[in-house]
């Protein structure tokens, strides 16, 4: 059992919990038994479990484990509050696809600093079909604790690419996409009345606090807007996104 902060192990886990760590060792750690057994139910590469004796399942004994004491459990733990099991995966950075042949929506992202913001989109993408997310520069790590958590595993399944969107978004043009932005001006619809000519579209979503970046919204094919109602001044980006992930679903 590993019960001390000095061990090698626990150093590198704790390591790993930081960007600079993940990038140095290329791997990063996830928490909690809903995470661990969704990356073993869809056969993730996971390189090793660390689990206390309270939290062990029978479903770690197929892979390389070490048991830890409940010490260094809320030691690793981001919460305060550890569940007990944790376990390292490689980074994994997803390939630029053919977009020439590819045909399904993406959601693009320029830097998207929050990081229950980022995991919150990822999660809806998920759940609402979509499978290609790509995150332009200046967004929030992938894999920083707290976009793990919201996530709550679904970049398990997505294709999530990091790319610089003023040289992507000209490539994708190209292809054949077309990329609307949500913004507010004078050229913008409202989103129920968005449409696309072609089933290879994109729309992008821009910074909590300063909008899309002028250069990138310059280069989308069209602009859109979610009417509101109320007196609020705007929607948080994750809810704006969900709602246009939604309705474009639904179109």
Request: aromatic letters at 8%.
């Amino acid at each position: 059992m590993l019960t001390s902060k000095q061990n090698q192990q626990i150093k590198l886990l704790k390591k790993i919990q930081t960007k600079k760590g993940r990038q140095r060792f290329g791997a990063y750690l996830i928490e909690g038994p809903h995470l661990v057994a969704m990356a073993i139910q869809l056969s993730m590469p996971i390189q090793m479990i660390y689990s206390t004796p309270n939290a062990w399942d029978d479903s770690y004994a197929s892979y390389d484990y070490e048991e830890i004491s409940e010490e260094i459990a809320h030691y690793l733990s981001d919460t305060g509050h550890s569940q007990g099991v944790f376990a390292t995966l490689p980074l994994n950075e997803a390939p630029l696809p053919n977009w020439q042949s590819l045909e399904e929506p993406l959601i693009l992202l320029d830097a998207i600093q929050d990081p229950g913001n980022l995991g919150t989109i990822i999660r809806t993408a998920d759940a609402l079909g979509y499978r290609y997310v790509i995150l332009g520069k200046g967004t929030v790590d992938l894999y920083n604790d707290k976009v793990l958590r919201s996530m709550q595993g679904s970049h398990f399944r997505l294709q999530i690419i990091s790319a610089d969107l003023t040289q992507l978004i000209p490539e994708l043009q190209q292809s054949g996409y077309q990329i609307a932005a949500t913004a507010l001006d004078s050229q913008a619809v409202p989103l129920p009345e968005l449409t696309f000519k072609q089933s290879k579209w994109g729309v992008m979503f821009g910074n909590e606090g300063n909008g899309i970046h002028s250069s990138l919204l310059n280069m989308a094919d069209k602009t859109c807007y979610i009417p509101m109602s109320g007196d609020a001044e705007s929607f948080n980006v994750a809810i704006a996104a969900a709602i246009t992930m939604y309705q474009l679903g639904l179109s």
